[in-house]
């Protein structure tokens, strides 16, 4: 199929990549001394992205919709958590409402 | 290091456990798919091992057995990966210095930055982190390399609603820091723009996009508070 050279690189440059982005961060921080305000941006910087992973992943498929069972499970899964139940609960319940869902014959 | 397992408190490691048991049942899928998909089995492995960022590689497999560009690929997977540069600065103290940023680095994921955010006292953040990310290191790779082996057998995991799990995951995990209002609004606006912006944007941007959210993050005012 695609040529192994190629495939190669492909995966060398995204390997080499991805860890300089993380890297990135750790690396900075110990060059320069960042005030205290700047620290909480970057604290809630981190949350503001992980809340919108949160709510493309449960929400959209490529650039449609995700349609029902797998929002409806994340929305069985966050209200659990918030009512403080525990981890595991709300783990299963989300992945279990959805499975459920799609037995039903919800996309 | 043994003063990691030392610091970690139960609850707390059962809860990593839990998502570490998860992610190896995602990489399971995820092996499973690529060869599944006509890719020899040590495309996969090796990107599971050098790369180690669950959504680049779905993404990346998914571009090259459709026969695409591994050019393309691998641009699709950085942009998706590009949020990890925020995650690094925010936990930065977490991954601590010398010789350990460069494997701490390496190790971060979603999950673990997450687990993380949500613990208080310092001592537990690092413990939660460096135990999350190695958790989720070994588990992810051994569920890929036996997914890959099963080939095509299991090739969609959504049936199990799995694909469900991974999101309330890491809602579970940040709706501790979404109590503080200032962080809930930025949070939220950012929601509304990466949504909006799915349509239309390469995979992994509209997440970046979110970030915008963060110039209503000193928003105090009242009217703010009535709209909510």
């Excluded at chain 1, 409806?72 to 139940?85: E, I, N, P, Y």
């Excluded at chain 2, 571009?63 to 990890?84: E, F, K, Q, T």
Aim: hydrophobic fraction near 55%; include cysteine; proline fraction near 5%.
């Amino acid at each position: 199929m695609t040529n192994t050279p190629l495939l190669l690189t492909g995966i060398a440059v995204l390997a080499v990549g991805t860890f300089s982005l993380r890297f990135a961060g750790p690396a900075l921080r110990s060059r320069i001394e960042i005030p205290e305000k700047a620290q909480q941006l970057l604290a809630a910087a981190a949350i503001v992205l992980l809340t919108a992973l949160v709510a493309t992943s449960a929400l959209t498929q490529g650039h449609g919709p995700a349609g029902i069972a797998r929002p409806a499970g994340v929305l069985v899964g966050g209200v659990l958590a918030w009512r403080k139940v525990p981890f595991v609960l709300v783990v299963v319940a989300a992945a279990a409402t959805a499975a459920g869902l799609r037995l039903l014959g919800a996309p | 290091m043994r003063s990691i397992w030392r610091t970690l408190d139960r609850g707390l490691a059962r809860d990593i456990a839990l998502v570490c048991l998860a992610d190896g049942v995602v990489g399971l899928s995820y092996g499973a798919i690529s060869v599944g998909g006509g890719l020899p089995l040590w495309v996969p492995i090796l990107l599971s091992i050098v790369v180690f960022a669950g959504a680049s590689q779905f993404l990346f497999v998914g571009i090259v057995a459709a026969g695409g560009s591994p050019i393309a690929a691998m641009i699709a997977g950085l942009l998706v990966n590009s949020r990890h540069v925020a995650f690094g600065l925010a936990v930065s103290d977490v991954i601590g210095g010398g010789w350990r940023r460069w494997p701490g680095s390496h190790l971060m994921t979603d999950e673990n930055v997450a687990f993380a955010m949500g613990q208080d006292e310092p001592g537990q953040r690092r413990a939660a982190y460096w135990a999350g990310g190695i958790g989720i290191f070994v588990c992810w790779n051994v569920g890929v390399v036996i997914g890959g082996l099963a080939g095509s057998v299991i090739t969609n995991t959504d049936v199990f609603g799995l694909d469900a799990a991974f999101p309330a995951v890491l809602l579970a995990l940040v709706l501790p820091a979404l109590r503080d209002r200032r962080t809930r609004t930025a949070a939220l606006v950012g929601v509304v723009i990466a949504l909006a912006a799915t349509p239309f944007l390469p995979a992994g941007v509209p997440v970046l996009l979110a970030l915008a959210g963060l110039l209503f993050y000193r928003a105090d005012k009242p009217a703010l508070e009535v709209a909510r």
